[in-house]
């Protein structure tokens, strides 16, 4: 299995943006899947998971961030509003979600004040 994370990039803040994570490698779709980020010299943090029916935050993102999959695309979506400075980090998707056994290779978001 392989996940290619995309969509950071540069904002301002107050802004969005949208991660998409396309897993590839015959994954199953009945997976669970999850974002982390990881700040420059800070520990990985969990954000944000989904399975088939339920999804599951970070308090830090609770109500700013929206996860979401499209099974046909095997594609996990986060989308990110009201972007702040200390959202500065680097993003990575798992799989299966919580042992993690896949991540991604990381999509770098940086928020400007």
């Known amino acids: 299995v392989q996940l290619q994370a995309s969509g950071g990039g540069l904002v301002q803040a107050g802004g969005s943006l949208r991660l998409s994570c396309a897993a590839s490698?015959?994954?199953?779709?009945?997976?669970?899947m999850g974002w982390f980020r990881q700040a420059p010299g800070k520990e990985r943090n969990f954000l944000a998971a989904?399975?088939?029916?339920?999804?599951y935050y970070a308090d830090s993102v609770k109500g700013r961030f929206t996860i979401s999959r499209d099974n046909a695309k095997n594609t996990v979506y986060l989308q990110m509003n009201s972007l702040k400075p200390e959202d500065t980090a680097v993003y990575y998707c798992?799989?299966?979600?919580?042992?993690?056994?896949?991540w991604g290779q990381g999509t770098l978001v940086t928020v400007s004040s």
């Open positions: 798992t799989l299966p979600w919580p042992r993690n056994d896949y």
């Open positions: 490698g015959r994954p199953n779709s009945n997976y669970a």
């Open positions: 989904i399975t088939n029916g339920n999804t």
